[in-house]
């Protein structure tokens, strides 16, 4: 037994692999990473998971698309071969002495990635079964593609270093050493390793060979020269260079065709893409550096900061339509309140009211209803759950949803959806289209749009930004913003892009209801107003207020005027008002100091507050001219959730505490404080002030006309949420879509027309 016990101990691949536990565990947390991942045991509420077990390519999820992902998978596998193989091969003397030595170095350091590969298949398999209901045979054809792209990339790979190999080894035999002298440092380094793995040999009673037989290592480690050692060193660490420089290369050319469909890969394809530069870069800092790594790696970070922080590496992510060359907008409270005056805000004012007059002789009541739309954010779940929640109340008011609404407000990707909707109503009425309500739209409204996001920021943003473009004129640098709204672009039919202003003599004609965008400015946590029409009125602050109030927004078109601000491009405006953290990068605008824009739901994700403040500016207007106000508000959340049961925390739970709590609760406090508003508002306004919401829940409560399979029910698969991402998966889709259909929704609709049948 205890014989047993040594050889399997003692067998080359478990000495591979304890040895990556003790000597590096960066490159052990990349794996690790990665099965947190596919797992489900990360970044599930934003949907990371199913990047990588519903990819993506062409908008269709099939063989295609995994075998692309499988292909970077066994690139990845490659470069942790390439990189222990530099690291640590010296370390055992015999395998310099093996016929093709790097290929059976990587069969014995295989374990790792096989474990991966298991635990990533079968994940694979779970969640096609339980998740989206995949026939066998097309879940056989996936997998296929998974396991046919890995093992292509992997045998193409290997195939190179047995042919180089034995064609290096030859030629090296009488000159490696001459050539090694030739570079004083590889020769410093290969002296180095050689007398390291003379004093620290590691025991290995056998290895496996191609066959996968057990092969002892007995005779072998006696053989010990210098030749031989450097010999490998040279030959393997020049193919791996070699390699390397193809997958940088290949990332590089990725760069230049980064506006083809046809090469924006799967998002999981890209991340496992920067996983395998991470895994070269630790390689090739570890190697030169080696104790000294760690330094050398916070040296780098800190340099990097610094060329960032001075501006030798241009890292602005820019908001298209404005100027950025001449001068910039001066940022002061000074400034801000000069656009604040009296007369200023007076006229705007009057501007709105005209605006509102034609609204309501558009009307068929003397006293109308004013319906103020306001959509909550959530990527592309809100996105597609604003349109579905429109389409639904639309279709209940016979087509005249659109027609009531006087105001939209919100954030993020309901806004986004919203401003789709309210475009086709548009094309409507020129009858360029014959419905907006038709499901084409809702399909072009959820179709993936982070699959670009994420190959922007590997083949463009972590590489120099040196590619550029022409809008309005004026030429700035493609990076995942730009691909954001290219894509967003793309899936809808390019009628988003155009000007903001372009809608300014329609909304103010009354044809289409009046948008508001208000993203946040980080610098100061004030609210940036875009709108086609002028509305300083909505920043809460004017000179005879003097300095006891704190002016709370700026009117982006006044403020930025000589920088153009007429020219700003729409989808840039929504994409400053959908910043989500870390994926579609804060917009700078041109201002001195530069203004730093967040998403707009950071201060209200729900559009409440700002509905408030414009039915509180004009309330005298509205208590006159119509019988009340409805505030239809499109949610992306339920409002009154169930507390969760108490818990005992972990160490690291009560340490990140504090600000988890906040963070996770924002939503409610914004709740809290909107309810208060409300609540206040009920007293102020002199008229009937109502408040319907269609909300985006699970289907516990869920109407009997549904589209929903006997299994799907029983089973209750469609009762997860949706993930907060910029792509969702087709068990997504169906639940956001199916979601209006809960009691709740269908009783909040039947309201809606109830109050405004009438009118």
Request: net charge neutral.
């Amino acid at each position: 037994m205890n014989r047993k016990v040594d050889r399997f101990f003692y067998s080359f691949p478990i000495q591979l692999t304890l040895l990556h536990f003790r000597k590096n565990i960066a490159l052990l947390a990349v794996w690790v990473l990665l099965i947190v991942i596919v797992t489900g045991n990360f970044g599930q509420v934003f949907g990371v998971p199913y990047l990588f077990l519903d990819p993506e390519y062409l908008d269709t999820v099939g063989f295609t698309s995994f075998f692309i992902v499988g292909l970077t998978f066994g690139g990845m596998v490659i470069a942790f071969h390439i990189t222990c193989y530099i690291l640590y091969g010296y370390r055992f003397t015999f395998v310099g002495i093996l016929e093709k030595p790097f290929i059976k170095f990587s069969i014995n350091n295989s374990l790792i990635p096989l474990i991966v590969f298991i635990i990533y298949l079968i994940s694979i398999i779970l969640f096609q079964l339980r998740n989206e209901d995949t026939a066998w045979f097309e879940l056989i054809l996936i997998i296929s593609g998974f396991f046919s792209g890995s093992a292509a990339m992997i045998a193409v790979l290997l195939f190179y270093f047995a042919l180089t190999n034995k064609d290096i080894f030859k030629f090296l035999a009488g000159s490696v050493d001459r050539r090694l002298k030739q570079v004083k440092i590889n020769r410093l380094n290969a002296l180095h390793k050689l007398q390291e793995s003379r004093d620290k040999r590691f025991r290995v009673d056998s290895f496996l060979d191609i066959k996968l037989r057990p092969i002892s290592t007995r005779g072998l480690d006696t053989f010990f020269n210098k030749e031989a050692v450097l010999k490998v060193f040279d030959q393997n660490h020049f193919n791996s260079v070699i390699i390397e420089l193809l997958i940088i290369l290949l990332i590089v050319v990725l760069g230049f065709f980064m506006d083809s469909p046809w090469f924006k890969i799967p998002a999981a394809a890209s991340a496992l893409l920067i996983f395998t530069v991470v895994i070269m870069l630790n390689g090739a800092i570890s190697y030169w550096f080696r104790s000294w790594s760690l330094a050398v790696t916070i040296v780098l970070l800190f340099l990097l900061n610094l060329l960032v922080k001075n501006g030798i590496l241009e890292n602005r992510t820019e908001a298209f339509g404005l100027k950025y060359s001449d001068t910039p907008a001066t940022y002061t409270l000074d400034v801000i309140r000069k656009y604040n005056v009296a007369n200023k805000v007076s006229q705007d004012k009057q501007h709105t009211l005209n605006l509102m007059s034609n609204w309501r002789a558009k009307q068929h009541s003397a006293r109308p209803k004013a319906v103020f739309l306001c959509v909550s954010g959530g990527g592309q779940r809100a996105a597609l759950w604003s349109m579905t929640a429109m389409a639904k109340i639309d279709s209940a008011l016979n087509g005249m949803l659109m027609d009531h609404t006087m105001l939209i407000t919100g954030a993020s990707g309901g806004m986004i959806g919203t401003a789709y909707y309210r475009e086709l109503y548009r094309r409507r009425l020129l009858g360029e289209i014959e419905d907006q309500n038709e499901l084409v739209y809702r399909d072009n409204i959820a179709k993936d749009n982070l699959n670009p996001i994420i190959f922007s920021l590997l083949v463009n943003d972590l590489m120099l930004r040196s590619q550029s473009f022409e809008y309005a004129n004026r030429r700035y640098r493609k990076d995942r913003g730009y691909a954001f709204e290219q894509q967003l672009n793309l899936n809808t039919g390019a009628v988003l892009n155009r000007p903001v202003m372009s809608y300014a003599s329609e909304e103010l004609e009354a044809k289409i209801p009046m948008m508001i965008l208000s993203p946040t400015i980080a610098n100061d946590g004030r609210r940036l107003y875009i709108s086609a029409q002028p509305s300083s009125y909505m920043n809460l602050g004017v000179d005879e207020l003097g300095d006891r109030y704190k002016v709370s927004g700026v009117d982006f078109m006044s403020f930025f005027e000589e920088q153009q601000s007429q020219e700003l491009s729409f989808l840039s405006a929504l994409r400053m008002s959908a910043s989500f953290p870390y994926i579609t990068p804060n917009v700078e605008l041109p201002s001195d100091p530069p203004m730093q824009i967040m998403d707009a739901g950071i201060a209200d994700n729900f559009g409440i507050s700002d509905a408030l403040r414009f039915i509180y500016t004009f309330q005298d207007w509205l208590e006159q001219n119509t019988s009340g106000v409805v505030i239809i508000s499109i949610r992306d959340t339920k409002k009154n959730i169930e507390i969760e049961p108490r818990t005992t925390p972990s160490i690291l739970q009560r340490l990140s505490s504090p600000i988890s709590s906040v963070y996770n609760n924002l939503g409610n406090l914004q709740d809290v404080n909107n309810d208060n508003k409300l609540q206040f508002a009920k007293e102020w306004f002199d008229a009937p002030l109502e408040v319907v919401s269609i909300e985006y829940d699970t289907y516990s409560n869920i109407n009997k006309n549904d589209f929903r399979t006997e299994r799907q029910r029983l089973e209750g698969r469609e009762n997860e949420r949706a993930s907060l991402s910029w792509h969702l998966t087709g068990r997504e889709k169906r639940n956001v879509r199916q979601n209006i259909y809960r009691e709740e929704n269908v009783r909040s609709i039947s309201r809606i027309q109830q109050l405004l049948s009438e009118y």
